[in-house]
């Protein structure tokens, strides 16, 4: 009879268990709110016990009580100039500045807390004016936590964290390098430069027309892309992207911290199409920019963002960076190689030529060898790469170069390695009319540069 009762306790004790993760998981804003009054007059209550004089005790009691008596209700930010209705502060109350106008909390766990960054941003940014979804995403009309925080299916923006927080900044300050509480999207805009994304990519029509334009990026629904692409992305641990994170920042991200072709691997043996079709493009990043520097551009492309129409009172225009002064002509030139983002495709400065699949590429092993196996063979067609500049440019004479860069390779007329396979995906682009004048000449020069000195015979 004992043992029985035993087990039985136990099952129960199990099921209890189990049926307050579920309320934890589902917990309803009211409960969060009441506790949060119930914790706040507790606060109070303790602070009276220790209180010096009555008075002062009386007074923390009277506070105590009157936390207790507030309405449990949705409490909501209207910033209309923004267009936006949050009720994030109906579980976050401590940020509720009518029910608590210091914004601070003795609790130390969320959604009890008061708002971390009063001095700076909270002083600027009143939450009356500008509400909360503004720099952190999320949805501000929800009222469970997972939607709130955008975490359920039909919600393309989920909360934004660390970096990714500060694309809302540059969405209002322009010239955001040098504002405080920025560094990572400015970050991020400094590495978007640096590899030489420009090259590919345009930002708003400015740029490079070998893939899309990101400049809109932000404002692209994530339907378009196929779910088959989506299971395909790795976390940093090497597991699969789990379901709750297919969203926009994790499909930009994953462009940086994956393999493209590892999760857009196209047709390469034309097993579902009429002709082989490359895998992606994009180059390989992995190596060149770790997951913190992935955050800060995914920031950077973020805060494009035209959708959400930010009013021009809104906007705050800092002073732009001054352009930057050359003391020599190759100097000025490696500015140029940068600035057109050539990159892209030659790698930093130029040293390595990026890959280009199925063009021609150092160590490939012998067609033949490989033609019978797919996966040799894919591996073989994935080695193939751009031109490493230094190597080659010491056959040109000035302008024969020139002329190089003016005119571009079109796709067609770069060599294949297996010639069933696909055509290479990209091409060397003509730059006729966007490098001209003192920037190609200064560009050659410098070119002519970084020239490995050819043996003569
Ligand atoms: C239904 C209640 C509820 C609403 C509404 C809500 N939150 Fe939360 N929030 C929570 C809870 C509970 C936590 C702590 C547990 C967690 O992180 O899920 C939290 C944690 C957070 C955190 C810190 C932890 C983290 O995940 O980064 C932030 C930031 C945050 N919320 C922002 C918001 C914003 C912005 C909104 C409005 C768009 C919002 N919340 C709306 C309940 C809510
Ligand atoms: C002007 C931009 C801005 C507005 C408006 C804003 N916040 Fe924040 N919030 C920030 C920044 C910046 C941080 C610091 C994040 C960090 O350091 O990673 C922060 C931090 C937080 C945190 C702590 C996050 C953590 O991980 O500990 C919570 C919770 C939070 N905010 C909620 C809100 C809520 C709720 C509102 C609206 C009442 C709001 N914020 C309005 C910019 C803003
Ligand atoms: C919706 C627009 C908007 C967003 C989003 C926004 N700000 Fe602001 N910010 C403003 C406006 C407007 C001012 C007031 C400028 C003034 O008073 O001249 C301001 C003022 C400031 C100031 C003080 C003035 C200055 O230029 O130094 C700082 C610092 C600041 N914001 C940082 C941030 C940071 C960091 C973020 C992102 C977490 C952010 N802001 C997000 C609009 C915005
Ligand atoms: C050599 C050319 C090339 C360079 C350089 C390049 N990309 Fe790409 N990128 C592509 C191609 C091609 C695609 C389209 C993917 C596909 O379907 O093959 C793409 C796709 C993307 C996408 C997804 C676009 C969408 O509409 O979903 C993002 C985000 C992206 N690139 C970011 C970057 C960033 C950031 C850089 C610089 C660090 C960069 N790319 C550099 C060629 C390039
Ligand atoms: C989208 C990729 C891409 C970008 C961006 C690009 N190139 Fe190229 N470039 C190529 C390819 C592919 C070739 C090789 C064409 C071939 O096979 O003949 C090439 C060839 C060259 C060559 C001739 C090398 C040789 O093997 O003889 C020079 C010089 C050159 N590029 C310079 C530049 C400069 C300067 C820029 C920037 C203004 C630039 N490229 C931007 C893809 C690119």
């Known amino acids: 009879m004992h043992r029985k009762l035993f087990v039985a306790f136990n099952v129960l004790l199990v099921a209890a268990f189990v049926w307050s993760l579920a309320v934890d998981y589902k917990k309803d804003w009211r409960d969060i709110q009441a506790e949060y009054f119930k914790k706040t007059a507790a606060a ?28 449990i209700m949705i409490r909501q930010i209207i910033a209309k100039d923004l267009n936006r209705i949050d009720r994030c502060i109906t579980c976050h109350v401590g ?23 009063l001095g700076e ?50 969405k209002c300050h322009m010239n955001f390098q040098s504002l405080k509480g920025a560094e990572m999207v400015a970050k991020g805009r400094d590495l978007f430069e640096k ?32 779910p088959f692409n989506l299971s395909l992305i790795k976390t940093k641990d090497g597991k699969p992207l789990p379901k709750d994170d297919w969203k926009l920042p994790a499909w930009i991200e994953a462009h940086l911290t994956n393999v493209p072709m590892s999760f857009i691997p196209n047709d ?32 950077y492309l973020l805060s494009m963002s035209e959708e959400e129409n930010i009013p021009h009172k809104y906007h705050v225009i800092r002073e732009a960076k001054p352009e930057p002064k050359f003391a020599s002509a190759g100097d000025h030139g490696k500015f140029v190689f940068k600035k057109y983002g050539c990159a892209a495709c030659h790698g930093l400065e130029g ?47 000035r302008e024969e170069l020139k002329k190089k860069i003016q005119d571009g390779v079109p796709g067609s007329q770069i060599a294949k390695y297996n010639p069933d396979g696909p055509t290479p995906p990209l091409y060397m682009p003509a730059w006729k009319d966007r490098i001209k004048g003192q920037e190609l000449e200064d560009l050659i020069t410098w070119l002519l540069s970084i020239a490995k000195k050819q043996e003569s015979w």
């Open 195 to 226: 590899h030489g994304c420009i090259g590919c990519h345009s930002l708003h029509g400015v740029g490079g027309a070998v893939s899309v334009d990101l400049g809109n990026i932000a404002d692209k629904p994530l339907e378009r892309i196929a």
């Open 44 to 71: 109070y209550a303790e602070k009276a016990k220790s209180a010096k004089d009555p008075k002062e005790a009386e007074t923390f009691n009277q506070l105590s009580k009157a936390a207790l008596r507030e309405p």
């Open 351 to 397: 040293v390595a030529g990026r890959r280009n699949y199925n063009a021609m590429g150092a160590g490939q092993p012998a067609l033949d060898d490989v033609k019978a196996d797919k996966a040799k063979l894919h591996e073989a067609m994935a080695m193939g790469r751009e031109p490493t500049l230094p190597d080659v440019l010491g056959t040109y004479t």
């Open 95 to 117: 940020m509720d500045e009518f029910v608590n106008p210091t914004l601070t909390t003795p609790h130390k766990e969320h959604p009890f807390t008061g708002h971390p960054k």
């Open 121 to 170: 941003i909270v002083k600027n940014h009143t939450f009356q004016k500008y509400g909360c979804s503004v720099c952190h995403a999320g949805q501000g009309l929800a009222t469970s936590v997972e939607a709130a925080h955008g975490k359920t299916e039909n919600w393309e923006k989920p909360l934004a964290k660390g970096a990714l927080l500060q694309a809302s900044c540059a």
């Open 268 to 299: 390469p043996h034309a097993q579902y199409n009429k002709e082989p079709i490359a895998p992606s493009g994009m180059p390989d990043f992995t190596q060149e920019i770790k997951h913190e520097g992935a955050d800060a551009i995914t920031a």
